[in-house]
T-cell receptor, first 112, second 112 residues
Framework: NAGVTQTPKFRILKIGQSMTLQCTQD?????MYWYRQDPGMGLKLIYY???????DKGEVPNGYNVSRSTTEDFPLRLELAAPSQTSVYFC???????????FGSGTRLTVV | AQKITQTQPGMFVQEKEAVTLDCTYD???????LFWYKQPSSGEMIFLIY??????QNATEGRYSLNFQKARKSANLVISASQLGDSAMYFC?????????FGTGTSLTVIP
């Protein structure tokens, strides 16, 4: 099925470890986004991209990095995991800014 | 200041009744978009409805309608004929200058 695929679904990291959250979409959407959702809270934008080769910081970019080498892929990198990064991470894509997002199923990350 | 404010942490509605979920927003940009998303307990995010700032008519999508009051900067979601499957978290969001901002959400419970 077409959509946004996120991997892994769950992950436990130790403080200081690194990992990459993968996000792939097959809808040829130019816009892609990474959000985090803390318990009982709304989504906060980490990074976004308006096309291959272009990335921009969102509201909470510290501790994260992204790349957009292709239209399909938008991986999120955590370099030195901290307990404050325990959250659910959502990747999303959109055809344009006047269109609703298609969200991935989320990655539940726990840093211990 | 909060870009999106949802003041109702939790709401209850009787099955088959209508319910209004409140959302106010803050922007000085004349061009913006307003969105509502549903997040069931399974965690995925589902796009429901979109309203552009220049749209004259209120957006409708099936049982969902968006009560857009531009002067009051409100974009309330109205769900008609509630169903048990409508029980979920609902997030209001605004697109401004290429970025999206989400509210903290309203938890809706539909009572049989």
């Amino acid at each position: 099925n077409a959509g946004v695929t996120q991997t892994p679904k769950f992950r436990i990291l130790k403080i200081g470890q690194s990992m990459t959250l993968q996000c792939t979409q097959d809808m040829n959407h130019n816009y892609m986004y990474w959000y985090r959702q803390d318990p009982g809270m709304g989504l906060k934008l980490i990074y976004y991209s308006v096309g291959a080769g272009i990335t921009d910081k969102g509201e909470v970019p510290n501790g994260y990095n992204v790349s957009r080498s292709t239209t399909e892929d938008f991986p999120l990198r955590l370099e030195l995991a901290a307990p404050s990064q325990t959250s659910v991470y959502f990747c999303a894509s959109a055809q344009g800014t006047d269109y609703g997002y298609t969200f991935g199923s989320g990655t539940r990350l726990t840093v211990v | 200041a909060q870009k999106i404010t949802q003041t109702q942490p939790g709401m209850f509605v009787q099955e088959k009744e209508a319910v209004t979920l409140d959302c106010t927003y803050d922007t000085s940009d004349p061009s913006y978009g307003l969105f509502w998303y549903k997040q069931p307990s399974s965690g995925e995010m589902i796009f429901l409805i979109y309203q552009g700032s220049y749209d004259q008519q209120n957006a409708t999508e099936g049982r969902y309608s968006l009560n857009f009051q531009k002067a009051r900067k409100s974009a309330n979601l109205v769900i008609s004929a509630s169903q048990l499957g409508d029980s979920a978290m609902y997030f209001c969001a605004m697109r401004e200058d290429g970025q999206f901002y989400f509210g903290t959400g309203t938890s809706l419970t539909v009572i049989p």
